[in-house]
């Protein structure tokens, strides 16, 4: 297929060669991953700068989506893959496979690192999903870390660069540019830019930005970001949002008080700190989707009030597909149990289907199938059953479906129980979003008028 890039594509490949060291805030559809390959093609057989890049990106991203977009346009038709996949020894063919560009699994660098010891062969990295390296403490960002000296080009995509806090930032920028903006010590740059919020004695459990440091942030950053919002460049269909809420019966929302109650007393009468807050609203969630997990890991099923709702949405559906997103183990096998046609989306062959239509109600875990897939053929209706705590998570979930080559209006469909920490999880998400709206607009690319309607 030849390919025919948008100005804003244009503009981001040239970025990408012009910067050896760069962040790349796309929003979500607007062709991250072709703009990138087209930087690299460019940067090996024109500027022959480059000799072997590596992808890291979610495992099934890695396994599917770039080796796909390689092969589909064709002016990377010269460029090789090897997706380093599989059991140990698989991988490790791969990666000693001759090749242009090597893609992993974000959670296998570690292994690779380890795998080519002191012959680091990748002189252009590229990290698909910027922000899954905002812990610095993780595994993959020490292993990166450790051989980021032998990288001589680095880029860092994402469409959700904050989706909680700055803080998520340090981390990312540190790999990006070895510390120079941000600083090269997590501590250093909390001190700096965050003043303490919620505490537990000596014990600080979360900060809040100082005043203007913000600002002083997005400066820093802002010679090797660009960031572009896809409603600025895209006419997309407009989504539209709504939330249907259930409401339980007495007896079932005498049971959930009752759980409710022992859960806060299991707890004893101290302060609930970060960890038990979490495990707390993870059982929140559970019991607003009708079932729990018990201590022997056991399912106890509580009420079906929101399996209603989603069987009569997919007998409403009048044949248009469900693309269904769960949280929790249990909600996948009751759906499964519950709803005709409903499939776990999962391999490449499962998203095939999808994208055919020959799955009427599909399911994913926004967590391994949020990043990077191309869903939007197959439907346009999003059913969250459970919606997670992480902006990130939820927004790329969304964004299967609402990207380009979308040609419905997407409905974002949200069933929540009355009542319940449902209402808290909407109420937090609106919050972070907040955030990271201003990080996108503050480094945004200014763009003038003749490269936006240059053909």
């Not at 005043?211 to 600025?232: K, L």
């Amino acid at each position: 297929m030849q390919y025919k890039p948008h100005d804003y594509q244009r503009h981001t490949t040239q970025f990408i060669i012009d910067h050896p060291e760069c962040a790349i805030f796309l929003g979500m559809g607007m062709g991250k991953t072709i703009s990138t390959l087209t930087a690299i093609e460019a940067l090996k057989h024109d500027y022959f700068d480059v000799d072997k890049v590596l992808v890291v990106a979610p495992v099934r991203v890695a396994r599917d989506t770039w080796p796909a977009e390689i092969e589909k346009w064709d002016h990377l038709a010269d460029l090789t893959v090897s997706p380093i996949i599989g059991t140990a020894g698989q991988r490790a063919a791969a990666a000693d496979r001759q090749a242009d560009i090597y893609t992993i699994g974000r959670e296998n660098i570690p292994w690779l690192v380890k795998h080519h010891g002191g012959r680091w062969p990748y002189d252009m990295v590229i990290i698909d999903e910027l922000s899954s390296f905002k812990n610095p403490q993780a595994k993959r960002f020490k292993a990166l870390k450790k051989v980021r000296p032998k990288i001589t080009r680095i880029v860092g995509l994402t469409g959700t660069p904050a989706p909680n806090s700055l803080l998520d930032i340090w981390a990312p920028f540190r790999l990006i540019d070895n510390g120079q903006r941000l600083g090269k010590f997590i501590t250093h740059y909390r001190d700096q830019y965050f003043l303490p919020d919620k505490r537990n004695g000596q014990v600080v459990y979360s900060w809040k930005i100082r005043p203007g440091a913000d600002q002083a942030i997005y400066d820093n950053i802002a010679d090797i970001t660009v960031s572009m919002r896809t409603t600025d460049y895209l006419t997309l269909p407009e989504a539209t949002r709504q939330h249907i809420e259930v409401t339980l019966a007495p007896k079932e929302k005498k049971m959930i008080d009752t759980l409710k109650k022992d859960l806060v007393l299991d707890l004893g009468d101290d302060t609930i700190d970060a960890e038990n807050a979490a495990t707390l609203s993870n059982k929140l969630l559970q019991l607003a989707g009708g079932a729990i997990y018990s201590q022997d890991g056991d399912v106890i099923e509580v009420h079906d009030q929101k399996l209603n709702a989603l069987a009569e949405l997919a007998d409403q559906a009048d044949g248009n597909t469900l693309l269904v997103c769960y949280w929790f183990k249990h909600e996948r096998d009751r759906i499964l149990a519950r709803i005709p046609g409903a499939r776990v989306l999962d391999t490449k062959q499962d998203f095939e289907d999808w994208n055919d239509g020959k799955v009427p109600v599909g399911l994913i875990h926004p967590a391994s199938a949020g990043h990077g897939l191309n869903l939007q053929a197959g439907g346009h209706i999003m059913v969250w059953f459970t919606t997670p705590w992480s902006l990130e998570l939820y927004e790329q979930a969304n964004a299967r479906l609402n990207r380009q080559g979308q040609t419905e209006p997407v409905s974002i469909i949200h069933i929540d129980t009355a009542n319940s920490i449902d209402q808290d999880v909407h109420a937090a998400l609106a919050r972070k979003d907040t955030t990271q709206s201003a990080l996108i607009e503050a480094v945004a690319a200014e763009l003038d008028q003749a490269e936006r309607t240059a053909a």
